[in-house]
Structures are given as structure tokens and as C-alpha cells.
């Protein structure tokens, strides 16, 4: 089993930044990618950005394409969500995903950690 713990959310003005952590526990050798995904009020989760364990390759939704970078610290089983240019519309319960089934290409999250609060607002 693979267990993740998010930290680093929190209340943020319209236009700044904030940095989301996950460390991965556990079975991490199952590992083959990690992601982001988000869920606001009264609306489904939604996918976020994920990134490829080995090479590192990393995928986003357009919704955050060119604003929020993917990072993964192999090393210390960590990944991490830089968010820039935020907007009211980013306020959501963010999750850290683990896929370890590789069946890819898409993102097969089926490790999930308990979601950090990322509240933008003025």
C-alpha cells in the first residue's frame, strides 16, 4: 500500500502563489506516476497535472497549463504543486495521486491522500 500526506495549502490573494507538498509513504517502489487533482464546492474532482515517475514527463490540464508546475523528488518520495497566477476559480480541495497499476498512458490514480485546502480569495 502507498499512503500520501498533502501540506501547504491555505488562503491566497488573486494573483499569488502557493506550493502544495505530498510525501508518499509506504510501498513506493509501486510507483510509476504521481498527480494533482482538485475538487470544488458542488463540483466533481478534476484532474490537475501529473507527471511520469522515470522520465519525469509532465502532463496538465489546460485549465493550469502555463500557471502551476508538477515536480517530483524521487529521492525523498515527494511531489509538489507550484501554483502561480491564482485566480478565485483555483479554490478547491487539492489531492495527491499515486498511480501504481501502469497501465497508462492516461493517469490511473488509485493511492489518495486526504486533500489540502486552497481557498483564493481577497
Known amino acids: 500500500q502507498v499512503q500520501l500526506v498533502e501540506s501547504g495549502g491555505g488562503l491566497v490573494q488573486p494573483g499569488g502563489s502557493l506550493r502544495l507538498s505530498c510525501a508518499a509513504s509506504?510501498?513506493?517502489?509501486?510507483?510509476?506516476?504521481m498527480g494533482w487533482f482538485r475538487q470544488a464546492p458542488g463540483k466533481e474532482r478534476e484532474y490537475v497535472a501529473h507527471?511520469?515517475?522515470?522520465?519525469?514527463?509532465?502532463y496538465y490540464a489546460d485549465a493550469v497549463k502555463g500557471r502551476f508546475a508538477i515536480s517530483l523528488d524521487n529521492a525523498r518520495n515527494m511531489v509538489y504543486l507550484q501554483m502561480n497566477s491564482l485566480s478565485p476559480e483555483d479554490t478547491a480541495v487539492y489531492y495527491c495521486?499515486?498511480?501504481?497499476?501502469?497501465?497508462?498512458?492516461?493517469?490511473?490514480?488509485?493511492?489518495w491522500g486526504q486533500g489540502t485546502q486552497v481557498t483564493v480569495s481577497s
Open positions: 509506504g510501498r513506493t517502489f509501486r510507483i510509476y506516476d
Open positions: 495521486a499515486a498511480d501504481t497499476t501502469g497501465r497508462g498512458p492516461a493517469f490511473n490514480g488509485d493511492a
Open positions: 507527471i511520469r515517475r522515470r522520465s519525469q514527463n509532465a
